[in-house]
């Protein structure tokens, strides 16, 4: 005898509590094909889709669940969960500040808007949102990863060391809380410790290329040139396009001597985005090292024009080099 809606509705539901995704969707699926118009089903079903990475269903059953049946908490959140993996943001936080005035305690909505607020450089809604999910829940290591980058950004250092570690105790091999804690120790001026944590990001991920930049830059504070280089080309290999690998190449070969390589190298980057700080400054240094001052002033002042309330400083030597930041 054929399941009724109400028996493949229930079997659908027990199956995504046991995380049969397939199975779930394969019943929300018979269930629809009985009445097409049943929220409840496809809020299910759209819930299962997004487990299972099939955003474009995902987002078409949330949708028309909406369409059909008026705000639901687990649509919305369905719904801008998708949007924030389609980069866009501003959607994304509008939905999930829909779905958390329905169910204000719904941990994974408050993660997903606070990771949508940090893309949207809201660092203290991402902070908040990342507070408020882990004081309900405390092992939600994607809200421990998202404050760590939201306090980085603002330059709440040693507290976001602090969250990425806390994120690596529940989960060793987070490569998320690697990469930020890396971040970290390479503003603490703490290098070893920042290559440690950026190799282990990349040996869990090939192909997180920020862990490789910032590994480069902590082996060119610790003068270890040969180093730098197979970082940043190991970056480059992952996207040739890279201007902060580039950059980063660029600023060993000033540190090695090679002016007219770091002056290749910073020309290739300007030629594409010329306002990139420090290319501008890494040009300039070299050019000043080349005779040319005149052509060095030029970079500088474009330097300043385009940043004018931000400033980088590379401390260059032939056998050193640091970054620094400071605020206007």
Same mark, same amino acid.
């Given at each position: 005898?054929?399941l009724?809606?109400?028996?493949?509705?229930?079997?659908?539901?027990?199956?995504?509590?046991?995380?049969?995704?397939?199975?779930?969707?394969?019943?929300?699926?018979?269930?629809?094909?009985?009445?097409?118009?049943?929220?409840?089903t496809?809020?299910?079903?759209?819930?299962?889709r997004?487990?299972?990475?099939?955003?474009?269903?995902? &987002?078409?059953?949330?949708?028309?669940a %909406?369409?059909?049946?008026?705000?639901?908490?687990?649509? %919305?959140?369905?719904?801008?969960?998708?949007?924030?993996?389609?980069?866009? =943001?501003?959607? !994304?936080?509008?939905?999930?500040?829909? $779905?958390?005035?329905?169910?204000?305690?719904?941990?994974?909505?408050?993660?997903?808007?606070?990771?949508?607020? &940090?893309?949207?450089?809201?660092?203290?809604?991402?902070?908040?949102?990342?507070?408020?999910?882990l004081?309900?829940?405390?092992?939600?290591?994607? !809200?421990?990863?998202?404050?760590?980058?939201?306090?980085?950004?603002?330059?709440?250092? $040693?507290?976001?060391?602090?969250?990425?570690?806390?994120?690596?105790?529940?989960?060793?091999?987070?490569?998320?809380?690697l990469?930020?804690?890396?971040?970290? =120790?390479?503003?603490?001026?703490?290098?070893?410790?920042?290559?440690?944590?950026?190799?282990?990001?990349?040996?869990?991920?090939?192909?997180?290329?920020?862990?490789?930049?910032?590994?480069? /830059?902590?082996? &060119?504070?610790?003068?270890?040139?040969?180093?730098? &280089?197979?970082?940043?080309?190991?970056?480059?290999? /992952?996207? $040739?396009?890279? =201007?902060?690998?580039?950059c980063?190449?660029?600023?060993?070969?000033?540190?090695?001597?090679?002016?007219? $390589?770091?002056?290749?190298?910073?020309?290739?980057?300007?030629?594409?985005?010329?306002?990139?700080?420090e290319?501008?400054?890494?040009?300039?240094?070299?050019?000043?090292?080349?005779?040319?001052?005149?052509?060095?002033?030029?970079?500088?002042?474009?330097?300043?024009?385009?940043?004018?309330?931000?400033?980088?400083?590379?401390?260059?030597?032939?056998?050193?080099?640091?970054?620094?930041?400071?605020?206007?």
């Amino acid at each position: 005898m054929p399941l009724s809606l109400h028996q493949l509705f229930r079997r659908a539901h027990e199956k995504l509590q046991q995380g049969d995704l397939s199975g779930t969707i394969s019943d929300c699926t018979r269930a629809l094909r009985l009445n097409p118009t049943h929220t409840a089903t496809l809020a299910i079903r759209a819930r299962a889709r997004l487990a299972a990475e099939d955003h474009d269903g995902a &987002l078409l059953d949330s949708t028309r669940a %909406l369409e059909l049946g008026g705000p639901r908490a687990d649509c %919305l959140y369905v719904k801008g969960a998708v949007l924030l993996t389609r980069q866009q =943001f501003e959607v !994304a936080v509008k939905d999930l500040t829909a $779905a958390l005035e329905l169910r204000p305690n719904e941990v994974g909505a408050l993660c997903i808007r606070g990771a949508a607020r &940090l893309k949207l450089k809201d660092h203290a809604g991402a902070i908040a949102d990342a507070s408020a999910a882990l004081a309900i829940n405390g092992k939600r290591i994607d !809200a421990w990863c998202c404050r760590a980058a939201a306090r980085l950004e603002i330059g709440d250092v $040693a507290v976001a060391v602090e969250d990425c570690t806390a994120a690596l105790k529940l989960s060793p091999k987070c490569v998320n809380a690697l990469c930020v804690r890396a971040q970290g =120790f390479l503003r603490q001026q703490q290098y070893e410790d920042a290559v440690a944590d950026a190799k282990a990001a990349v040996a869990l991920n090939p192909r997180r290329q920020d862990a490789m930049c910032c590994s480069a /830059v902590s082996r &060119l504070s610790l003068e270890d040139i040969p180093g730098c &280089l197979e970082d940043a080309q190991a970056a480059l290999a /992952v996207d $040739a396009k890279s =201007f902060k690998a580039l950059c980063i190449v660029a600023v060993a070969r000033y540190v090695e001597g090679d002016m007219e $390589a770091a002056l290749a190298e910073t020309t290739a980057v300007l030629d594409t985005s010329p306002d990139r700080l420090e290319a501008l400054c890494c040009r300039a240094a070299a050019l000043i090292a080349l005779g040319q001052p005149q052509q060095a002033e030029e970079d500088t002042r474009r330097g300043r024009a385009a940043h004018p309330r931000r400033v980088e400083v590379w401390a260059l030597d032939r056998g050193w080099a640091r970054q620094q930041w400071s605020t206007a």
